[in-house]
């Protein structure tokens, strides 16, 4: 059984730091695409960072883009995002999901769909 | 960046049929999954590829996807049904990026 599982998440003051972890099991980690989506209180599902399974493609989102990193470790089976100059507006669960790639007849990435998620991690960021 | 706009609510009765629209700038091109979100769940995916469902989706979640605009469609809709309901593709015209439709609540009547 595919699992995700989120940590990391909390309090913080706006220009703070956090580190999310996500902790997967149930399938080969080092095969899938990772990524994070979250959402805001009482609002839609945002992407926010991709990254393929030999970390050699990184994906952000315009709006985390120069503060966010993500990254994996393939042998701990765990993705993390790392998150700098954190603002009010990046409050919100943040989930992390499995991806599946597909591909131009060319062989080119065309995209990820996301077929397993995380119950998620809240982040509140607050004075 | 790429939009994909749905409508905010779409309502029916328990047995009818619900669809729920997607628009984008020739969306047909792209590939459109679906995803839907329970209140205090994590979402789950219940199209992918436009029109596929992965294994434990029942057959009355289908889609469809051309021009500007992708559809999915709820068939016999159940009680269990009521939810939002989220499209999802990938950009790659620029930089390679996920986008989200706006979403839609489903209300079961």
């Known amino acids: 059984e595919v699992q995700l599982v989120e940590s990391g998440g909390g309090l913080v003051k706006p220009g703070g730091s956090l580190r999310l972890s996500c902790a997967a099991s149930?399938?080969?980690?080092?095969?899938?695409?990772m990524n994070w989506v979250r959402q805001a209180p009482g609002k839609g599902l945002e992407w926010v960072s991709s990254?393929?399974?030999?970390?050699?493609?990184?994906y952000y989102a315009d709006s985390v883009k120069g503060r966010f990193t993500i990254s994996r470790d393939n042998a701990k089976n765990s993705l993390y995002l790392q998150m700098n100059s954190l603002r009010a507006e990046d409050t919100a669960v943040y989930y992390c999901?499995?991806?599946?790639?597909?591909?131009?007849?060319?062989?080119?990435?065309?995209?990820?769909?996301?077929?397993?998620w995380g119950q998620g991690t809240l982040v509140t960021v607050s004075s | 960046s790429y939009v994909l706009t749905q409508p905010p609510s779409v309502s029916v009765a328990p047995g009818q049929t619900a669809r729920i629209t997607c628009g984008g700038n020739?969306?047909?091109?792209?590939?459109v999954h679906w995803y839907q979100q329970k209140p205090g769940q994590a979402p789950v995916l219940v199209v992918y590829?436009?029109?596929d469902r992965p294994s434990g989706i029942p057959e009355r979640f289908s889609g469809s996807n051309s021009g500007n605009t992708a559809t999915l469609t709820i068939s016999r809709v159940e009680a269990g049904d009521e939810a939002d309901y989220y499209c999802?593709?990938?950009?790659?015209?620029?930089?390679?990026?996920?986008?989200f439709g706006t979403g839609t609540k489903v209300t079961v009547l």
């Open positions: 590829d436009d029109s």
């Open positions: 999802q593709v990938w950009d790659s015209s620029s930089d390679h990026q996920g986008v």
């Open positions: 149930g399938f080969t980690f080092s095969s899938y695409s």
């Open positions: 020739n969306i047909g091109s792209k590939s």
């Open positions: 999901a499995r991806g599946q790639t597909y591909y131009y007849g060319s062989g080119s990435m065309r995209g990820y769909y996301f077929d397993y």
């Open positions: 990254i393929s399974s030999s970390s050699s493609y990184i």
